[in-house]
């Protein structure tokens, strides 16, 4: 059974950082792009970051220069470094599978499939 699990989240306080994790069981990362993405309560999900299968990261203008995504294809695990937190970054944090070869390009959530059940990030003081 293909699934993704995230994990890393927790309360933080602003300009703190956190490291996310998104680990895959029942496959292999390594051949696709995989993409964080970001729901708060009452907004929509919101494409944060991608990275293709050859490790070319996308970001959203919103977090550049503050996080950074990697993979680690022998821990079958993607990662998502992310510093100088803010308030606005509070949310619950979601990593799926990119659907097609321009899906990393896009970050939108209709690109991505197989879902992980999500990680809450809280930053507050």
């Known amino acids: 059974q293909l699934q993704l699990v995230e994990s890393g989240g927790g309360l933080v306080q602003p300009g703190g950082s956190l490291r996310l994790s998104c680990a895959a069981s029942g496959f292999t990362l390594d051949s696709y792009a995989i993409g964080w993405f970001r729901q708060a309560p009452g907004k929509e999900r919101e494409g944060v970051s991608s990275?293709?299968?050859?490790?070319?990261?996308n970001y959203a203008d919103s977090v550049k220069g503050r996080f950074t995504i990697s993979r680690d294809n022998a821990k079958n695990t993607v990662y998502l470094q992310m510093n100088s937190l803010e308030p606005e970054d509070t949310a619950s944090y979601y990593c799926?599978?990119?659907?097609?070869?321009?899906?990393?390009?896009?970050?939108?959530?209709?690109?991505?499939?197989?879902w992980g059940q999500g990680t809450q990030v809280t930053v507050s003081s």
């Open positions: 990275i293709t299968s050859g490790g070319r990261p």
């Open positions: 799926a599978v990119a659907r097609g070869l321009l899906s990393p390009l896009l970050l939108i959530p209709s690109e991505y499939y197989y």
